[in-house]
């Protein structure tokens, strides 16, 4: 999608400080993030909000909440985090391309 400006970060035509990235996902630092760490996850594919999944993506919302686990624990995020998605105006979703919050706060080693 041209005008998402999510779809223009998986295209690298706008930059974002990448964590992770692989054929179905891109996870990125929050632009003006709300705690410690912030990780937004997205799927490549354009999807407008999880009210718009279907059948056909669930194996891929799997990969993504699976992964928010493995990176949680990668970023120290030992003690817990906090998910969230937010879904379309009313659940105050700004972004208009599917994205999974990450935040939480690094336990010290
Ligand atoms: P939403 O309210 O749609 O769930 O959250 C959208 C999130 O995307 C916000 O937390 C906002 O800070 C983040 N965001 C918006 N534009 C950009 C951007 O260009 N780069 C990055 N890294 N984050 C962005
Ligand atoms: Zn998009």
């Not at 999608?1 to 054929?23: G, L, Q, R, V």
């Not at 993506?57 to 949680?72: C, F, H, P, Y």
């Not at 998910?83 to 105050?92: E, R, S």
Request: aromatic content about 6%; proline content about 5%; glycine content about 8%.
């Amino acid at each position: 999608m041209t005008d998402c400006i999510f779809c223009k970060i998986i295209n690298k035509d706008i930059p974002a400080k990448i964590a992770y990235e692989d054929e179905e996902m891109l996870v990125f630092h929050d632009i003006q993030p709300k705690a410690a760490v912030h990780l937004l996850i997205i799927p490549k594919k354009h999807i407008t909000s999880l009210a718009h999944t279907t059948a056909e993506d669930t194996l891929l919302l799997g990969k993504l909440l699976q992964k928010t686990a493995i990176l949680a624990k990668e970023f120290g995020l030992t003690d817990g985090y906090k998910t969230q998605i937010n879904t379309g105006i009313g659940g105050g979703q700004e972004v208009f391309h599917l994205h999974l919050h990450v935040l939480g706060t690094p336990k010290p080693k």
